[in-house]
């Protein structure tokens, strides 16, 4: 009687997995700054929970599979203004863009099948992929290029007969890079050459600063029909909690795929997309001050990592993420040590280790991933910390 | 570019894919009767929505990915009161009882491997093992014998090497069946003397009639580590829309796996949590009106249908399901036509068919799934709309 192979071989989520030794630093009265998850301190706007309390739920019943209409409405709504052209009935809520994604990847892959995926990539894509048996092939990208994609033929080399897509974030987690216009057009080409579906993962979509902005796949006319969007409410209105995303597609297969597996496990939960409506609804200028701050952020914590010594970073134009090559033999030992043994006036930093967010071995083994979600304050003093961290550091490599 | 061989050999749900016949029927002015799903119309207990409203939120935050510890230690008390050890650590909530049926699936089997599943079955099994590539097993069950399990050596030869565990509803849905603790020992020693896991799906635990109690698997010591039990807050406390159900085992190398699928997709929805902690502290007492309610219900539908001709139907002693033989070519194709061509006085009646209860093919064809989850005045008139219908359809064969 053993568990599966399967599940024998998932990881555990660097991101998540060191919070045991997060717990016991705060245990022994450390305040730690949480720069390894991208849990934002925006507040959730108020109308989410203002909706939600003004409903009038005698019985609390299940919602129809697909979500709650008035929800759907506004999610279409929403993707009008952005310029994609969806109808209500083009999109299926989801248990948060988790659930999207793996309804995704299910609904493309049969087992041994293969998708490219852009890495670094969010690490639970592994998370996704795995139970299904589905394989991710690894778009390798470099720090050093600020993550850029490499050229059509080098991507193009990578697929094979069992590839079926290609998933990516734009803006990317954990790399923080906004894809430019040529780069989306040409996955979109290959994605046409090659007869593979794009599964966009764009929860990020309103985080993008200095002025530029990310090209969604749901705008592109000519691959309408091969593209998956992945959606979130979780970042867009700092409402990770509500578990509300959703899956949109405009070919009918995808969303007969999806509305099977939305039928299986009945419904996403229903206050929660009662409130997410109203965040939908919101003034889209909402955005504006959030987006600034964000920008503000990036640079505070950016322009203090830039000076230490030995730390390679380059200045992202998107999401809430950086990676930093620090000078250290192993970013996760790095991490722990600085959760079980620094200090600095009872207090430390925590990040992620990259390696995971790699497909390809021996990649990442000295990168972190750092979430600029603190407030300006919190991430002079982090950073601080975590300079101090860094000289002190046994495994230091320089 | 075509969508996966697995995705499109998934069945869309039975019990909801003729919701669209019933929508157009509501359009057309009548009223449907929703005896089709195990929506219960007996009121959320006030305290659900009143934790939610009076918690202080600002920042809708990721719950740990094991679920929120104050509801988890509520779910380890109500177990402590049925006789089962649990400690909160041996609990991780889920969304619904559905995503931890998914992970108990993937926790135990790999590619083709097989689970045994008596028959008929909650017909989502099929929807949670497909996109697995797992195969069910079917230990067939019938109506005339109340669908009591078959002896011992009957299931025993249905095991094969890639058998990797037994997964059953006790009370059954969609049969009503209270299993005898014979029957729920017998399995047990099976799973013992084949190494096999046990998933024991007990949402509809405290629905048991006429004086009966359904012996819970996480009472029995000598399996304690084959156990995996799945629960759920949407029938117990009438909470379908809440979504948030568990996994809960002593085995550690499920937890972990059950970890593993768990931080993939992050947490499940805060509120929610907050929300179901105060249904686990209701007073114990809360279930007998409630209960004595159903079995009145039950009992005011199988008096109807036992007068019907041709029906046969038995008095199930749990859930609140029965099936029922109906003198008709095909359960299907009647429920249509009651949402399509019947109406008395602008009501009718929806009903699910069971064919796809069965993994077994050509059987239940004539059979349907009656939930008696309206209050008695509707199930009254309900049953005089079904035998009316009965009586008029054209397929019909008596």
Known sequence: MQTSKRIGKMQLSPIRRLIPYANAAKKRGIKVFHLNIGQPDIETPKVFMKA?????IDVLAYADSRGWDPL???MADYY???GGDFELEDFIITNGGSEALQWAFVITCDIDDEILVPEPFYTNYNSFTAPFTVSITPITTQADKGFALPDEASIVELITDRTRCIALSNPGNPTGVVYTREEVEMIAKIAKEHDLFIIADEVYREFCYDGKEAVSFA???DVKDRVIIVDSVS???SACGARIGCI?????DVMLGALKMAQGRLSSPTLEMIG???LYDLDPNYFDPIRERYQRRRDVMID???KMDGVMIKRPAGAFYAIASLPVDNAEKFAIWMLSEFEQDGKTVMVAPVENFYASKNMGLNEARLAYVLKEEDLHEAMKILDAGLKAYPGRTI
């Open 304 to 306: 203090a990592m830039e």
């Open 219 to 221: 705008t592109l006319e």
């Open 80 to 82: 009008k203004r952005i």
């Open 276 to 278: 997410a409506k109203a």
């Open 72 to 74: 759907r409405q506004s």
């Open 248 to 252: 949109a597609s405009k070919n009918k």
């Open 52 to 56: 939600i309390k003004e409903a009038e």
């Open 235 to 237: 970042k867009r209105f």
